[in-house]
Each structure stands twice: as structure tokens, then as C-alpha cells.
């Protein structure tokens, strides 16, 4: 069997309209993914394609998230979500979908738009390390290279203000819907010298596994397994577990030796992060853990907060959110309601400093530091040094209304 190639998880981010689909459709065309025939007719045939899946996971026909994977000869790509598509920040947060680099699309004709500046900020906020700006719609400014660098300008002055260097940030004219340096470097825009859209995904870095972390597993079910026992299922986001070790689930506060560790029907000696596996510990019963419950060694046990400090983007909330508010944070695997104790600053939403303190409330489009408290114990921790464990959704009334993360466990 070929060896396996790497693979990363890409977002593709930026203001309505500036072509995020057009271009993912087009990418999966000249990547091969996608054929000629599955194209609409008409002007915007690549932009349905995004639509298409779209439509599909309304419908339900893919419980998935509406991703589609395409691939070179360096890496497999998975394309995640686009902002906008319902989910898309929850599923990026809660660890669904974390995408690995991000697109951010900007049109030549506008520029740097309200969106292109949020995205950019909730990409830092998300840990998206990687980003490459794709300067787009260059067919409709004339492939001019002035208006090229006049975009690529006031796009360098945003990376610099969210602390990002513009000089290792790859920049790419292009047209999405003409298919300019999608593939190879188009002979419309010949003062171009970089590389074409598909060469700087080449030259990502793929994401190197958190081993060195301490364990975390988030559980995910728990089973009662005849011959076996008790086995919690989830999928190792950090560190190794190793038969044998001494595990504590939190916040139950119950603790075992590994007995064994299952993935695919088969034992293994050793778990890793990003298998999915089950495993059993000695004395732990079905009813002393449950979903939500976090394992790790019981020498570095999950962080169980009773309050903490998080930044916090609101994305679609219909009103304004003051003190007291209480919606349902989504962390891990973890279901949890949580208490807006304190609204402590507001936060510029492009660049994430200070703007004013003690706000009366936030509304969608802020960005603010705020103070929390869950309403009963959670795993809650400092996203700096574990990022999935720190990484949260706010939801309300069925949609993701803001989005956040750990600073600091206070209590
Ligand atoms: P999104 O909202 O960012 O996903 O943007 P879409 O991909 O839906 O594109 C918005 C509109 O811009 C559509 O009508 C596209 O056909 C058009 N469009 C996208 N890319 C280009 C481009 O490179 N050149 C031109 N002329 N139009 C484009």
C-alpha cells in the first residue's frame, strides 16, 4: 500500500463575496477532485459547488461537516467549512474541524472589508498558524500589479497590527472564477513572481502531533461491554496514554489503571493524538463517568474550573449580552452551562487591543475579555498550553452566538 500522505485541515476566510466558494470550487476542479460535468453552467458554476454541499448537509444527507478533500502530490487536503456556513466556528472550535492554515480571499476591486479584518482576528483567536492571503478578482481591476500592491499594503498593515509578519506570509494574485495561479502561474498577470495558489499549499507546514502535551481525552460515550466492562470512547487530543498508566476522568474525580486501549476492534499497547479509541479502567463503572468528562494521568489531571477569564468573539447574536447572561458553552465534548460573570474589557475585533473597559454589554462583531463561571464543574483550561482543552462555542437558541477562549482558570 503507498504510504499515506500528510494532511491538513483548510479554512478559507474573508468578507462576502470576495470569492471564498468560487475559488474552493475551482481549486477542486484543477485539483481533480471534483469533474467538469458536476459544474452548473453559468457564471457562477464554481461557487455551487460549496452551495451544493451545503444544501446536502441541510438536508442531512451528510451528518459530516460539508467538507471535500482534494489532494497534491505533497498532501491530502481536507477543506473545512467556511465561515458563514452555520457551524463553521463551532466545529472549528470544538475541535471538529480545527483547520491546520487558513485561505483568506480578499477582492482587489474592494480591498480590506469589516469581514476580511474579523476573519483575520478570529483566525488568531482559532490558533490558525499558517495563512496565505489570496488577492482575488484581479480579472476586474485589469490584473493591474499597482492595484495588486495597494491591497497587498493595507492587507501587510492588518497582519502587522494582529503581530503576524507580512514578509513570511505568502501573497497570490488571483482569479477564482478565471482560475488565474490556481494551478500554474497564469500568463495574465506575467509580474507576478511567487508561487501559484496550489505550490504555497505545498509549502504548509502539516500540524506535528501534541505528544509532548499531558494527556487529554475528552469522552465522547460510555459503554458497558460484556467481557470487558465499563469503556469510555474518545479520541486522544494530547499527550500518550499507555496501558497500565494511572488515569483520573474529571470532573467525576475517578480514577484507575488503563486495563486496555481499542481502536478499529484491535489492542493496542498505546494510544496517540487523533485516535479515536476505547478503553477500560480498572474499577471505573458506568455511572461514575459520563460525556463531558475529561481523561488524563492522574499525576497532571484536567483542570476542573469553577470560574476563568476568556477573550470572546460574538458572531450572531440577535441582541446585546450583558452581565448575567447564560448560555450553553460548547468545550471539548463537554456541554456546559456557563454564567457572563463580568464584562471586563472591549477588545478592538481587528486587532484584539483594548478599546474600552467595563462595557454596559457586547453585541455581535465585538470582541471582549470577560469573566466566567460555569454553572456546574466543567474542564476548562488555559488554551495556551493546552489549545483543545481551552477552545470553546457559545450556542443560544440553537446557532453558535460567540466563540472564545481560555486565558486563565481563576478558581
Ligand atoms: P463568497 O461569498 O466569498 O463565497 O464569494 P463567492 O464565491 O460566492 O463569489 C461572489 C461573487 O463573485 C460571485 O458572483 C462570483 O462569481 C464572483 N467572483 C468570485 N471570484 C471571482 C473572480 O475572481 N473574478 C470575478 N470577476 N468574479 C468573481
Excluded at 457562477?44 to 460549496?50: I, P, Q
Excluded at 480545527?98 to 476591486?109: F, P, S
Excluded at 497587498?152 to 495561479?181: H, Q, W, Y
Aim: glycine share 8%.
Amino acid at each position: 500500500m503507498a504510504k499515506e500522505k500528510e494532511h491538513l485541515n483548510l479554512a478559507f476566510i474573508g468578507h462576502v463575496d470576495h470569492g471564498k466558494s468560487t475559488l474552493v470550487g475551482h481549486l477542486l476542479l484543477k485539483a481533480g477532485a471534483i469533474a467538469e460535468q458536476q459544474l452548473d453552467e453559468g457564471e457562477d458554476k464554481f461557487r455551487f459547488v460549496m452551495d451544493k454541499l451545503g444544501e446536502e448537509r441541510e438536508r442531512g444527507v451528510t451528518i459530516d461537516l460539508a467538507h471535500q478533500k482534494f489532494s497534491t502530490n505533497k498532501y491530502d487536503y481536507t477543506v473545512v467549512d467556511c465561515p458563514g456556513h452555520r457551524d463553521f466556528v463551532k466545529n472549528m472550535i470544538t475541535g471538529a474541524s480545527q483547520a491546520d492554515a487558513a485561505v483568506l480571499v480578499v477582492a482587489a476591486n474592494d480591498g480590506v472589508m469589516p469581514q476580511t479584518k474579523e476573519h483575520m482576528f478570529l483566525s488568531m483567536t482559532l490558533g490558525i498558524k499558517q495563512l496565505i492571503i489570496a488577492i482575488n478578482k484581479m480579472d476586474m481591476v485589469d490584473y493591474s500589479e499597482d492595484r495588486y500592491n495597494e491591497v497587498k499594503d493595507e492587507v501587510s498593515d492588518l497582519l502587522r497590527s494582529i503581530g503576524r509578519d507580512p514578509a513570511s506570509t505568502p501573497f497570490i494574485p488571483m482569479s477564482a472564477f478565471e482560475g488565474d495561479n490556481i494551478k500554474e502561474l497564469s500568463g495574465n498577470m506575467s509580474w507576478y513572481k511567487g508561487d501559484a495558489l496550489m505550490t504555497a499549499l505545498d509549502k504548509l507546514v502539516p500540524p506535528e502531533k501534541p505528544v509532548d502535551l499531558p494527556l487529554r481525552i475528552p469522552i465522547q460515550d460510555v459503554y458497558s461491554i460484556t467481557g470487558v466492562g465499563t469503556v469510555p470512547v474518545g479520541r486522544v487530543e494530547t499527550g500518550i496514554m499507555k496501558q497500565g498508566d494511572n488515569v483520573i476522568f474529571e470532573p467525576a474525580g475517578v480514577s484507575g489503571e488503563v486495563k486496555s486501549i481499542e481502536m478499529h476492534h484491535e489492542t493496542f499497547p498505546e494510544a496517540e493524538p487523533g485516535d479515536n479509541i476505547g478503553f477500560n479502567v480498572r474499577g471505573v463503572g458506568k455511572n461514575d463517568i459520563r460525556r463531558g468528562d475529561v481523561a488524563g494521568h492522574t499525576a497532571d489531571a484536567p483542570t476542573v474550573a469553577k470560574e476563568f477569564t476568556a477573550q470572546v468573539v460574538v458572531l450572531q447574536h440577535p441582541g446585546v449580552i450583558t452581565v448575567g447572561y447564560t448560555p450553553v458553552f460548547h468545550c471539548h465534548t463537554s456541554q456546559t452551562a456557563c454564567t457572563f460573570l463580568d464584562l471586563t474589557s472591549k477588545l478592538d475585533p481587528a486587532t484584539g487591543q483594548p478599546e474600552a473597559t467595563k462595557p454596559d454589554f457586547i453585541k455581535t462583531g465585538d470582541a471582549a475579555i470577560v469573566q466566567i463561571k460555569p454553572t456546574k464543574p466543567m474542564v476548562m483550561e488555559e488554551a495556551a498550553n493546552i489549545p483543545p482543552m481551552g477552545r470553546f462555542a457559545i450556542r443560544d437558541m440553537g446557532q453558535t452566538v460567540a466563540a472564545g477562549l481560555c486565558l486563565k482558570v481563576t478558581d
